[in-house]
């Protein structure tokens, strides 16, 4: 059900900035495209979409930066992870800011050729580990797969220190 799901949710975003493109974009340069064509194209597009992921091991819904987890760990200690998380991500393309007030982690990650960068914070609530990431500019929605892999190697990184 899940990769159906996502689907549906990248199928509806094409259909989104079809339309945005050619109801509202469209007749301001002279071009009236009916309904059907929209999502023609928006269909065709989210059905290209899915082969290069699934090339790259996503899934249709990971295409986007937005991720949260919660992870049961009433022995983690923010304390002990911090080290390892700083040598999972360089410190090149990465930025650190630990917040002792709130106990969390902010990475951000800098842009590059593949994204505008993404924002991941870490948090210990109640014995719980939260982690979000998000796109560092709200319009970069898209993901190359960075947010993905930085998800898999904290998460890795948490299976591993706070068992």
Excluded: C
Excluded at 66 to 71: E, M
């Amino acid at each position: 059900m899940y990769p159906l799901r996502s689907f549906l949710i990248l199928l509806l975003f094409f259909f989104g900035l079809s339309f945005i493109g050619e109801f509202i974009v469209g007749p301001l340069m002279g071009d009236d495209v009916p309904l059907w064509k929209i999502a023609a194209v928006s269909l065709i597009t989210a059905l290209s979409s899915i082969i290069p992921l699934q090339k790259r091991g996503l899934k249709p819904g990971d295409v986007f930066k937005y991720f949260k987890r919660t992870y049961v760990a009433p022995k983690a200690n923010m304390h002990q992870l911090i080290p390892h998380i700083r040598k999972a991500f360089s410190d090149r393309d990465f930025h650190f800011k630990w917040d002792e007030n709130k106990e969390r982690l902010r990475i951000s990650r800098k842009a590059n050729w593949q994204s505008f960068g993404e924002v991941l914070y870490l948090q210990k609530e109640e014995g719980r580990l939260k982690l979000f990431i998000r796109p560092k500019y709200y319009l970069d929605v898209f993901d190359q797969g960075q947010a993905h892999e930085s998800l898999l190697n904290v998460e890795q990184i948490i299976n591993k220190e706070a068992a």
